[in-house]
């Protein structure tokens, strides 16, 4: 058999498709400006076609005044809101932070304040259900942040950030009220990251299934 058979995963062409949709799809996840290599590559089209097409999208969206446009910055292109409608997103966004947060996710914030730096499946084995929704929000509200990362096992660490001491009126950790002795020290519980990632404490009575936090990730819709 041809060695450069086509059924060969090592020879095959990367996939071919429509241009400017593909374009769209590829700017519309980027959080960083992609040059027309980049994309040219992700699309598989030839980077010529590629910069035509790029600049005749960025193009029609003026034309049409849609609310985002495609700009070219840092050498490379990425959709951005346009100024007109700046208002609209700031109002969203403030609106969006001055949510309430649910009980779940008033637990899970508990949980990374007393037990600093934390990783999630340790907050999960905590709380008993999986926490990855709630962490996310957490996260996007400036109230929890990364703080390095576990030496033993690698993991994210968690941490609560200024923000959380000013939306609590704390102006340190040394004012939480003493509730750290009514939690589990981490002594006593089987750590999950060495369990496996697809471990999970049972669900306690009342509380979400484990896999099941997926709806509290959208907490801040609520009131």
Do not use: C, K
């Not at 062409?13 to 769209?24: H, I, K, V």
């Not at 009980?103 to 949980?111: F, N, R, W, Y």
């Not at 929704?133 to 993991?155: F, K, P, S, W």
């Amino acid at each position: 058999m041809d060695e450069t058979d086509a059924t060969d995963p090592g020879t095959a062409e990367a996939p071919s498709y429509p241009l400017r949709p593909a374009l769209e799809a590829v700017l519309m996840v980027a959080d960083q400006p992609l040059d027309a290599l980049v994309l040219a590559s992700a699309v598989g089209h030839p980077p010529a076609d590629v910069e035509v097409a790029l600049v005749e999208l960025a193009r029609s969206y003026d034309d049409e005044e849609r609310g985002f446009e495609l700009r070219q910055v840092a050498g490379g292109w990425r959709f951005y809101t346009r100024e007109a409608y700046a208002g609209a997103v700031e109002r969203f966004v403030l609106e969006g932070q001055q949510a309430r947060l649910t009980q779940a996710a008033l637990e899970t914030m508990a949980v990374v304040a007393y037990r600093q730096p934390i990783s999630r499946a340790r907050v999960s084995g905590i709380r008993g259900v999986n926490v990855d929704g709630v962490m996310r929000t957490l996260v996007t509200r400036g109230l929890v942040a990364e703080a390095g990362a576990d030496n033993e096992t690698g993991a994210i660490l968690y941490a609560t950030t200024p923000y959380f001491l000013e939306r609590m009126g704390l102006s340190s950790l040394d004012e939480l009220p003493d509730l750290a002795p009514f939690l589990p020290e981490m002594s006593e519980m089987d750590d999950p990251e060495e369990l496996g990632a697809t471990t999970v404490v049972p669900a306690a009575a009342g509380e979400t299934a484990p896999g099941d936090d997926a709806n509290e990730e959208n907490e801040g819709n609520h009131a």
